[in-house]
């Protein structure tokens, strides 16, 4: 069965330092999202990609986090400098099969950021 | 803003009984609900999807929609220990609906 991949699974840093995380959707995904979910609380999304380009990140905080699809394949998601509240779990997810499939969107296991 | 609500529970039901999951949303325009499921720890995983007012049935679930109350539920019959988990409700938004916005979720306790 495809799957989102993502890596790490888990990240421990202290605050002010920079992390990346890493997502390679499932084959053939034109769309591709990252998501942040605090413990308690719903997926919320950080942005959302078509192919290479950005479609919608207006709630990504750009004063420290940046994300790139570059060949449209795989992304990254980076924060600099991380700060406490950053802990949560980032998840990404593709979507892009047929037509009655297309919004339907596929997680990957998720990165699980905790952040001293 | 886009909101979508839902119970937070958690919400505790015996082994073998109907487990009844609801949620309201703001955006009357929305077309595409999901269900999914997470455990703890876990990333989410779909259940189901409904576009159209009415019933949806798979297997011991059921999803229901009420565009004209802007309304979604899911029904879990014969609940077995396996169902506990976090229900998200999500609501597609944007253009072609290719965004999902989520509820904070309902935790589902099923006792044996």
């Known amino acids: 069965e495809a799957e989102v991949a993502q890596s790490p699974r888990y990240k421990i840093t202290e605050k002010s330092q920079a992390v990346a995380f890493w997502c390679d959707p499932i084959?053939?995904?034109?769309?591709l999202y990252w998501y942040r979910q605090i413990l308690g609380q719903g997926p919320e999304l950080l942005v959302q990609?078509?192919?290479?380009?950005?479609?919608?990140d207006s709630q990504l905080p750009k004063d420290r986090f940046s994300a790139e699809r570059l060949k449209g394949v795989d992304s990254t998601l980076k924060i600099q400098p991380a700060e406490l509240g950053d802990s949560a779990m980032y998840l990404c997810a593709s979507s892009g099969g047929p037509a009655s499939w297309a919004n339907v969107l596929t997680f990957g296991a998720g990165s699980r950021l905790t952040v001293l | 803003q886009k909101e979508v609500e839902q119970n937070s529970g958690p919400l505790s039901v015996p082994e073998g009984a109907i487990a009844s999951l609801n949620c309201t949303y703001s955006?009357?325009?929305?077309?595409?609900f999901f269900w999914y499921r997470q455990y703890s720890g876990k990333s989410p995983e779909l259940i189901m999807f409904i576009y159209s007012n009415g019933d949806k049935e798979d297997g011991r679930f059921t999803a229901q929609l009420n565009k004209a109350s802007q309304y979604v539920s899911l029904l879990i019959r014969d609940s077995q220990p396996s169902d506990s988990a976090t229900y998200l409700c999500a609501v597609g938004t944007g253009a072609g609906s290719y965004q999902l916005t989520f509820g904070k979720g309902t935790k589902l306790s099923v006792i044996p």
């Open positions: 990609f078509q192919d290479e380009s950005v479609v919608d």
């Open positions: 955006d009357r325009g929305s077309q595409s």
């Open positions: 084959s053939g995904h034109a769309t």
